[in-house]
């Protein structure tokens, strides 16, 4: 028999849009879970962003959407009303990204929903929560990055304060969600409580953010600042050799005995024997890496003479490319195939889902808190 998945026989009605909460379901329906998408007659934003092999199939829209059914609601009438309340009823998990208010007043607040299916798990994604001066404004992963101070550590970098090239707060987040989700129904499946969990975007990438920058800051009294000094060291970038470039880390005390020896730099000093002595001086040890001797070298040349249990990884150069290029050994190795669009089974009320056819200073007054959970009094 195939394998189904571990989420096989788990139904979740997926009321979410754009990237965060899609990018959430999306994996559980990866997973097994019959997911199904309800879109309002207008169809999600994100179905427009980016080129499709049809207006309204962007690329982005289907990789995050694959895999689930489809559904075309109003859900400003009573019909779309009475029949999401259906849907309800025989689910597992009700998962969307409005604003608190606004699925209060449409009729599915948790409160609500709970009264159709007491063993619901019910998951809020959110920009910034449903409490305090913020729950109501919209949130992107822009500004959520610029909130959680990644710019800033960009800047520290790069000399330069910049956004980081991938949507990762909206991508956190989601995982965040799921993570979350699967631990409500770990605990009903213990206990057949259901539970409300509720998930901000900007407390996940806050929290994320400190997980290494809260650093000396997070004592009392205060031992540093809040800054991990290796991820913003301005040298710490991938190293030119002659035909590109190569990723290395020579981070612990055995790799850095086993580095000089193969190696035999100039510069090799007992002031870098220790890992504690090189965290001292971070930047330092990253630019004697990439001195202009190794840009004498073929990428080849350093992953060869990397015997000494050390793998540098050859990064693509971001000039002579004209797209994104991930390979290693390692990612050859699996079998990828291409995402599929949502399933056009005859259970699917409309197929593949389409409009026409249906510094690092926080602003909250205490740590920033991912999930949230709620056990439910039905």
């Known amino acids: ?163 980081v090239g991938t949507i990762i707060a909206d991508k956190v987040a989601g995982m965040t969600a799921l993570y979350a989700t699967m631990m409500a129904l770990f605990h009903r499946e213990r206990t057949g409580e259901g539970q409300e969990v509720e998930v901000s975007m900007f407390e996940t990438m806050a929290s994320f953010m400190l997980v290494e920058h809260a650093n000396g800051a997070m004592f009392d009294p205060p031992l540093g600042p809040a800054v991990y000094p290796r991820v913003v060291a301005p040298n710490r970038r991938p190293y030119r050799t002659r035909d590109g470039y190569i990723s290395a880390l020579v981070y612990n005390d055995k790799q850095w005995s086993a580095f000089i020896e193969s190696v035999r730099p100039a510069w090799a000093s007992d002031s870098f024997a220790t890992l504690a002595q090189r965290a001292r001086q971070i930047d330092t040890v990253y630019a004697l890496l990439g001195k202009p001797s190794g840009s004498e070298r073929r990428g080849n040349g350093w992953t060869c003479s990397a015997r000494w249990k050390y793998r540098p990884r050859r990064c693509a150069h971001p000039m002579s490319c004209s797209t994104i290029r ?31 056819d249906m510094s690092l200073a926080l602003r909250r007054d205490s740590a920033p808190t991912p999930v949230r959970c709620w056990r439910s009094s039905g």
């Open 1 to 163: 028999m195939k394998n189904a998945g571990p989420l096989s026989g788990v139904r979740v009605i997926d009321l979410t849009a754009m990237v965060m909460g899609p990018y959430s379901t999306q994996i559980m329906a990866d997973m097994g879970a019959d997911v199904i998408k309800i879109e309002a007659p207008e169809g999600d934003n994100t179905r427009n962003i980016s080129v499709g092999p049809e207006p309204g199939m962007s690329g982005v829209f289907v990789n995050v959407n694959r895999g689930k059914r489809s559904v075309v609601l109003d859900l400003r009438s009573e019909a779309g009303k009475s029949a999401l309340r259906e849907l309800v009823r025989h689910a597992d998990v009700f998962i969307h990204s409005m604003r608190a208010r606004a699925i209060a007043r449409l009729g599915f607040s948790y409160a609500d929903v709970l009264a159709i299916n007491p063993s619901i798990v019910y998951t809020n994604c959110y920009g910034y929560g449903r409490r305090g001066p913020d729950a109501d404004l919209t949130a992107y992963d822009d500004t959520i990055q610029a909130e959680c101070g990644l710019p800033v550590v960009q800047q520290m970098l790069t000399g330069e304060a910049n956004y």
């Open 326 to 356: 991930i390979w290693t050994p390692s990612a050859s190795s699996r079998r990828w195939r291409r995402p599929t669009a949502p399933c056009a089974s005859p259970a699917c009320r409309h197929g593949s889902p389409k409009p026409r």
